[in-house]
């Protein structure tokens, strides 16, 4: 019990407040009765995911009731027809880009966390993460969700329609309120067609200036990477300390580019991509990934 409280008092941070009493909501009809009773009485309610975020928002600072919403796993339908998937908000973000992929079907979010946080964390953070820079953050897939307010009334926002433009955008207010609006209890998502193919570029630079001036060549040049990634020289230096002087390749600065799309089309571009890292002084460059692979289902990472 004592380790239950104290498992629900805490996430990636390092603050910690304990609720009186976690309760596992099983159905959004499990969270209607807790948030009515709860606003009957007075009693605060913090809503949480998977608690892996690293600002505290699932901490229940006013004590109260920690709503867990972990057990609310279903992927309920997944619709390429319509491009969609309707989840619930405790699946896991990793079971979720799985089940679309099977099907060929892209689900790009991932706030560097997908074997952990849950889609209703992803969507009341608006999470983000490396791949924001090609294929956007959670706000840009979410078209429809189901909120349980404070009072326990159920609230629908959005729909199922992709080009959905008219009215008021209530539910974007939703996505990054961190579960102060309301809880999450449904969300339907846009999907895309998977990318055949991934590949990734690392690069070592003298000075990050020259890797800096790579990145603005390589958008400059027209590419749009799914994820563009640049280290600096302090944060070089705690890597090959913690993992061995012989780690990364020489130079003070650090670049990742990865790249998606057509496997012929893949593996020109990095060949293209080498070029712009050797005119701007790569000291070394080195392939990741098989251009030439076809999209295995299932294979994220
Ligand atoms: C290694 C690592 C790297 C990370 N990198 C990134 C990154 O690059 N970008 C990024 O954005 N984040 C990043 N994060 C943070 C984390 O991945 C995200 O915040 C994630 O969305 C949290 O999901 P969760 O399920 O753990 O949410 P929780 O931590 O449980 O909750 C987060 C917030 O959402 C609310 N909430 C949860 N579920 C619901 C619901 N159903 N309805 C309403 N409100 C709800 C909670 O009250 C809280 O305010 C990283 C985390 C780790 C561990």
Request: include cysteine; charge should be negative.
């Amino acid at each position: 019990m004592a380790e239950v409280l104290e498992e629900h008092g805490t996430d990636r941070w390092n603050f910690s407040h304990l609720p009186e009493v976690v309760v596992f909501a099983e159905s959004r009809d499990d969270v209607v009765a807790v948030m009515k009773f709860a606003n009957e009485r007075g009693i605060p309610v913090t809503t949480r995911g998977a608690g892996v975020g690293y600002v505290g928002g699932c901490v229940p600072v006013e004590g109260g009731i920690a709503l867990s919403v972990v057990r609310m796993n279903s992927v309920v339908e997944i619709m390429p027809e319509d491009g969609v998937v309707v989840t619930q908000p405790g699946v896991i973000l990793r079971d979720l880009q799985v089940a679309v992929s099977e099907l060929g079907w892209y689900y790009p979010p991932d706030p560097a966390s997908l074997n952990e946080c849950s889609i209703g964390g992803n969507l009341a953070t608006n999470a983000g993460g490396p791949r924001c820079l090609k294929y956007g953050v959670t706000k840009n897939y979410v078209l429809g969700l189901e909120v349980v307010l404070a009072s326990g009334e159920i609230l629908h926002v959005g729909g199922r329609c992709h080009k959905n433009k008219t009215g008021f955008d209530l539910l974007h207010l939703f996505v990054g309120s961190e579960g102060m609006l309301g809880v999450i209890t449904e969300a339907t998502l846009r999907i895309i067609p998977h990318p055949q193919t991934r590949a990734m570029l690392t690069a070592t630079f003298p000075e990050f200036v020259d890797a800096a001036g790579a990145v603005q060549a390589i958008l400059n040049s027209g590419h749009l990477p799914s994820a563009l990634e640049i280290t600096d020289e302090f944060t070089l230096k705690a890597a090959r300390a913690y993992l061995g002087e012989g780690s990364l390749r020489p130079g003070k600065a650090h670049l990742i580019v990865e790249i998606d799309g057509r496997a012929k089309a893949v593996a020109s571009e990095l060949k293209e991509l080498e070029e712009v890292l050797n005119f701007f002084l790569a000291l070394s460059s080195e392939f990741h990934g098989a251009p030439g692979a076809a999209h295995a289902p299932g294979a994220q990472r």
